[in-house]
């Protein structure tokens, strides 16, 4: 219980119910036994360096917003350089956990 409260669950409830379910599948008797395994995020490698994708998506984004002054919106601002949605590039840097500097 401790390890799935832990957690972070970047696939959201989903993750969460993916989870569970397979643990209901394959436990024995009465007790739920989740494989802590399975809470380990994949790595998925870019160039072979070792960077998680989502590092190197948070690295490239936080490389724009330097360029531009942490201008998000307009037509020079990190979203129009990187062709998204001021709301899309938002609701990554949350997930991401970037939040401008003071």
Excluded: D, F
């Excluded at 009465?30 to 360096?49: D, H, I, K, Y």
């Excluded at 960077?51 to 936080?62: D, M, P, S, Y």
């Excluded at 037509?75 to 970037?98: D, E, F, H, N, Y």
């Amino acid at each position: 219980m401790t390890a799935l409260s832990r957690y972070y669950w970047p696939g959201n409830i989903r993750e969460l119910q993916n989870i569970i379910e397979r643990a209901v599948i394959l436990s024995r008797g009465s007790t739920l036994q989740v494989r802590l395994s399975e809470l380990q995020p994949a790595a998925e490698t870019v160039g072979g360096n070792g960077t998680t994708l989502e590092g190197a998506e948070r690295e490239h984004i936080l490389r724009v917003l330097e360029e531009t002054q942490w201008v998000v919106g307009g037509p020079t601002g990190v979203a129009a350089r990187l062709a998204m949605k001021c709301t899309t590039l938002q609701s990554r840097m949350r997930k991401l956990g970037i939040t401008r500097p003071y």
